[in-house]
């Protein structure tokens, strides 16, 4: 009895290796280990593919649409002009939402599986930059984000010749909105609320130094992101206070701040928001409401284009993705030149690519350092004029 | 002393615990009546808060409402308060009554399955962003002051009076009216009350409809003051208002509000005073829950259960 039990346990065995063995020979073909996946050759084809990673929905997605809308404007004007097709293979990241960085995670790892996808759009947050590293750098991928600013991304090592931006990093960014603060609008007095994510805190933290080594008399406190009862920490921020600074990334959330500041009889306050806050929902706080955004060249005739084809209007935060979209696709086309190409080329591409100013809607030209920054990088303020952001700076 | 940052966390904390308080009630009488801990009830709270924008939308948007702001306000609450007690009375005939008389463990299960039931539905039909009550443009939110260092918004003042005044609304029913007297019977001694020709069912019903209704007040009131809803808001909102009826007295309606008040004061004064307030007031709050079950167990104002032994 004892044999013959050992025997079935055997055969279920072995039957349960072969069911394995039949099983992994017959699933489509996955990428293994980063050197396998970076140097796997594709046939480049009539239709490349491109993953573009936004957050389609949750609390960011009012301007991860416009990043979305921005790439697809790119992709379709491509596909206009050129026999091979760019296709996008889209991951939603959810940026802000209750689940963190992991649908970002789950949609790098689903873009590196993907055997076809030669390059990457995206992330839209500096967090989500960092949690999707290990897969898409595992993958071999290099991937070019069109909002993500955190100054140390590209300084730490991390994902060097892997990662890109076509926005300038926050340390940029802050030299610009410290000197607007003293030198423009003379104030003493500001308050500063990080929303204790990576790019929130970064910021933060270089206005501040910046803003006190001016003399400025700086507050500091923090907030959730999930939360949405200002009120108490508003009452925090002592009366005298000229300016609030907001460096956010959730523009709904940054307008209920607005809104309860007003509540509080606090409308004479000045609110200032970063790139992140660039967008209508804050705007629409009314006159003293100001942000940093990117150089975006509002003159460019792609700009007029784009607000033709969106109802009016112009959704500028996403203009950087084009750019993205433009390095990515740019990089696959010279990488497929002989029809076939590896992640590996495309990133070599990426690293080396040069776009002249009047081809950028940056309206700057695009070419990277060795930390995957671009060389040119200044940054823009703007000022709430009828609900419509105005650069003043 | 800083006297406007104390005023302004007094009346942040009152407003915030008008809300919690609405919880909390939902909360306690259901336990009261069942001994049943409904968690399904931080996301009916929240389904209000969502009746209520759609009313809202419904009646041309915050911009160009068909009727006047204050009217089309009235209709959110009662259309949300309806909608969110039948909604519970559905919650209590499908899901909690078949399990009466199974083992207490049941119906709790059966409770986080609803929770998370409408947490979904909820995301599967109106996604995860955020929606904008606009309160601004739909009522012009005023601020009024008493010297320098009191502000009170007009939004505040309704939060807190309509709050006020549905606790007072619930307390008539439960003390003065024949089905209120029901209640107490059927939460006294359940079978004792049915004997006496009770209809036990039409008490839980209506608990539930009450519960549920005023949860759904509770939601629309959150659109109002701090302007934006979600999908996941439920959560964090029912377990403060779990919180506040436990640290009242689960069972004991004037424990859930002074639990809903006590626990909204703390989290403002933490904000306010305490070091990391504004990022960790949630930590003092649930240490203020820990604390007060070390010091009294059954909350302020709950009495002990004298088991004959």
Same mark, same amino acid.
Request: proline share 4%; charged share 15%; glycine share 12%.
């Given at each position: 009895?004892?044999?013959?039990?050992?025997?079935?346990?055997?055969?279920?065995?072995?039957?349960?290796?072969?069911?394995?063995?039949?099983?992994?020979?017959?699933?489509?073909?996955?990428?293994?280990?980063?050197?396998?996946?970076?140097?796997?050759?594709?046939?480049?084809?009539?239709?490349?593919?491109?993953?573009?990673?936004?957050?389609?929905?949750?609390?960011?997605?009012?301007?991860?649409?416009?990043?979305?809308?921005?790439?697809?404007?790119?992709?379709?004007?491509?596909?206009?002009?050129?026999?091979?097709?760019?296709?996008?293979?889209?991951?939603?990241?959810?940026?802000?939402?209750?689940?963190?960085?992991?649908?970002?995670?789950?949609?790098?790892?689903?873009?590196?599986?993907?055997?076809?996808?030669?390059?990457?759009?995206?992330?839209?947050?500096?967090?989500?930059?960092?949690?999707?590293?290990g897969a898409l750098k595992g993958a071999g991928l290099g991937w070019v984000s069109g909002s993500a600013t955190n100054t140390?991304?590209?300084? %730490?090592?991390?994902?060097?010749?892997?990662?890109?931006?076509?926005?300038?990093?926050?340390?940029?960014?802050?030299?610009?909105?410290?000197?607007?603060?003293?030198?423009?609008?003379?104030?003493?007095?500001?308050?500063?609320?990080? %929303?204790?994510?990576?790019?929130?805190?970064?910021?933060?933290?270089?206005?501040?130094?910046?803003?006190?080594?001016?003399?400025?008399?700086?507050?500091? %406190?923090?907030?959730?992101?999930?939360?949405?009862?200002?009120?108490?920490?508003?009452?925090?921020?002592?009366?005298?206070?000229?300016?609030?600074?907001?460096?956010?990334?959730?523009?709904?959330?940054?307008?209920?701040?607005?809104?309860?500041?007003?509540?509080?009889?606090?409308?004479?306050?000045?609110?200032?928001?970063?790139?992140?806050?660039?967008?209508?929902?804050?705007?629409?706080?009314?006159?003293?409401?100001?942000?940093?955004?990117?150089?975006?060249?509002?003159?460019?005739?792609?700009?007029?284009?784009?607000?033709?084809?969106?109802?009016?209007?112009?959704?500028?935060?996403?203009?950087?993705?084009?750019?993205?979209?433009?390095v990515v696709v740019g990089a696959i086309d010279r990488a497929c030149k002989d029809g076939k190409a590896t992640r590996a080329?495309?990133?070599?591409?990426?690293?080396?690519?040069?776009?002249?100013?009047?081809?950028?809607?940056?309206?700057?030209?695009?070419?990277?350092?060795?930390?995957? %920054?671009?060389?040119?990088?200044?940054?823009?303020?703007?000022?709430?004029?009828?609900?419509?952001?105005?650069?003043?700076? | 002393?800083?006297?406007?940052?104390?005023?302004?966390?007094?009346?942040?904390?009152?407003?915030?615990?008008?809300?919690?308080?609405?919880?909390?009630?939902?909360?306690? /009488?259901?336990?009261? $009546?069942? #001994?049943?801990?409904?968690?399904?009830?931080?996301?009916?709270?929240?389904?209000?808060?969502?009746?209520?924008?759609?009313?809202?939308?419904?009646?041309?948007?915050?911009?160009?409402?068909?009727?006047?702001?204050?009217?089309?306000?009235?209709?959110?609450?009662?259309?949300?308060?309806?909608?969110?007690?039948?909604?519970?009375?559905?919650?209590?005939?499908?899901?909690?009554?078949?399990?009466?008389?199974?083992?207490?463990?049941?119906?709790?299960?059966?409770?986080?399955?609803?929770?998370?039931?409408?947490?979904?539905?909820?995301?599967?039909?109106?996604?995860?962003?955020?929606?904008?009550?606009?309160?601004?443009?739909?009522?012009?939110?005023?601020?009024?002051?008493?010297?320098?260092?009191?502000?009170?918004?007009?939004?505040? $003042?309704?939060?807190?009076?309509?709050?006020?005044?549905?606790?007072?609304?619930?307390?008539?029913?439960?003390?003065?009216?024949?089905?209120? #007297?029901? /209640?107490?019977?059927?939460?006294?001694?359940?079978?004792?009350?049915?004997? /006496?020709?009770?209809?036990?069912?039409?008490?839980?019903?209506?608990?539930?409809?009450?519960?549920?209704?005023?949860?759904?007040?509770?939601?629309?009131?959150?659109?109002?003051?701090?302007?934006?809803?979600?999908?996941?808001?439920?959560?964090?909102?029912?377990? #403060?208002?779990?919180?506040?009826?436990?640290?009242?007295?689960?069972?004991?309606?004037?424990?859930?509000?002074?639990?809903?008040?006590? $626990?909204?004061?703390?989290?403002?004064?933490?904000?306010?005073?305490?070091?990391?307030?504004?990022?960790?007031?949630?930590?003092?709050?649930?240490?203020?829950? $820990?604390?007060?079950?070390?010091?009294?167990?059954?909350?302020?104002?709950?009495?002990?259960?004298?088991? #004959?032994?």
């Open positions: 009895m004892r044999k013959l039990l050992v025997a079935a346990v055997l055969a279920a065995a072995v039957a349960g290796l072969a069911t394995a063995a039949w099983g992994a020979a017959k699933a489509p073909k996955r990428v293994s280990s980063a050197s396998n996946a970076e140097n796997a050759l594709v046939k480049c084809g009539k239709t490349r593919l491109v993953g573009l990673m936004a957050p389609f929905t949750g609390p960011a997605a009012s301007i991860g649409v416009n990043q979305v809308h921005w790439a697809n404007f790119f992709k379709n004007a491509y596909n206009r002009s050129h026999k091979k097709k760019i296709k996008f293979v889209n991951e939603d990241t959810m940026l802000g939402s209750a689940n963190g960085t992991a649908e970002a995670v789950k949609g790098a790892q689903a873009l590196g599986s993907n055997r076809g996808v030669l390059g990457v759009v995206g992330p839209a947050g500096s967090n989500e930059v960092k949690a999707t590293t140390q991304i590209t300084l %730490d090592g991390t994902r060097t010749g892997y990662f890109f931006r076509t926005v300038p990093p926050d340390s940029s960014q802050s030299k610009s909105v410290s000197a607007y603060i003293t030198a423009t609008l003379k104030l003493k007095r500001v308050y500063i609320i990080d %929303d204790q994510e990576a790019y929130s805190t970064g910021l933060a933290d270089e206005v501040q130094a910046q803003l006190k080594a001016k003399g400025v008399t700086v507050g500091r %406190d923090g907030v959730s992101q999930q939360q949405s009862d200002f009120s108490s920490i508003i009452n925090k921020i002592p009366r005298n206070t000229q300016l609030v600074y907001l460096p956010w990334q959730l523009p709904p959330k940054g307008k209920a701040f607005g809104q309860q500041m007003k509540s509080l009889g606090r409308s004479g306050t000045k609110l200032m928001g970063s790139d992140g806050l660039f967008d209508p929902l804050f705007s629409s706080l009314g006159n003293n409401v100001y942000d940093s955004f990117f150089p975006l060249n509002p003159a460019d005739k792609r700009v007029a284009a784009f607000k033709k084809s969106h109802g009016g209007n112009s959704e500028l935060f996403g203009g950087p993705s084009y750019v993205a979209a433009q080329e495309v990133r070599r591409q990426i690293k080396t690519t040069k776009i002249r100013a009047s081809a950028s809607l940056l309206g700057l030209p695009v070419a990277f350092d060795r930390h995957g %920054d671009m060389i040119k990088k200044p940054f823009g303020i703007y000022h709430s004029v009828k609900g419509v952001f105005v650069r003043v700076a | 002393m800083n006297w406007s940052l104390f005023f302004g966390e007094l009346v942040s904390g009152l407003t915030l615990g008008s809300i919690y308080a609405l919880i909390a009630l939902g909360y306690t /009488m259901v336990y009261g $009546i069942l #001994k049943l801990l409904n968690f399904a009830h931080g996301d009916v709270y929240m389904i209000g808060a969502f009746v209520g924008f759609f009313i809202l939308e419904w009646l041309g948007g915050p911009l160009s409402p068909v009727v006047t702001g204050w009217l089309a306000v009235a209709i959110m609450f009662a259309v949300a308060m309806l909608v969110c007690g039948g909604l519970g009375v559905g919650i209590e005939r499908f899901a909690y009554r078949p399990l009466r008389d199974a083992p207490r463990i049941a119906p709790l299960i059966s409770a986080l399955g609803v929770s998370i039931f409408l947490q979904n539905s909820a995301l599967l039909l109106w996604g995860p962003q955020f929606r904008d009550y606009n309160t601004f443009d739909l009522i012009g939110v005023k601020s009024y002051s008493i010297g320098n260092n009191f502000y009170i918004s007009n939004v505040q $003042i309704l939060t807190i009076s309509v709050s006020i005044g549905l606790t007072i609304v619930l307390a008539l029913v439960v003390s003065r009216t024949r089905t209120g #007297k029901a /209640m107490r019977a059927t939460s006294f001694d359940r079978d004792a009350a049915e004997m /006496m020709g009770i209809s036990i069912d039409r008490v839980i019903s209506f608990t539930f409809f009450l519960g549920s209704a005023l949860a759904a007040a509770g939601g629309v009131m959150f659109g109002l003051v701090f302007g934006q809803i979600f999908s996941l808001m439920g959560f964090t909102a029912g377990l #403060k208002g779990f919180t506040a009826a436990v640290v009242g007295g689960i069972g004991s309606i004037p424990g859930a509000v002074l639990g809903g008040f006590l $626990i909204g004061l703390t989290e403002a004064f933490a904000t306010g005073y305490l070091p990391g307030g504004s990022v960790y007031a949630n930590l003092y709050v649930f240490a203020l829950l $820990i604390v007060m079950f070390l010091i009294r167990p059954t909350g302020l104002l709950g009495s002990p259960v004298i088991q #004959k032994v």
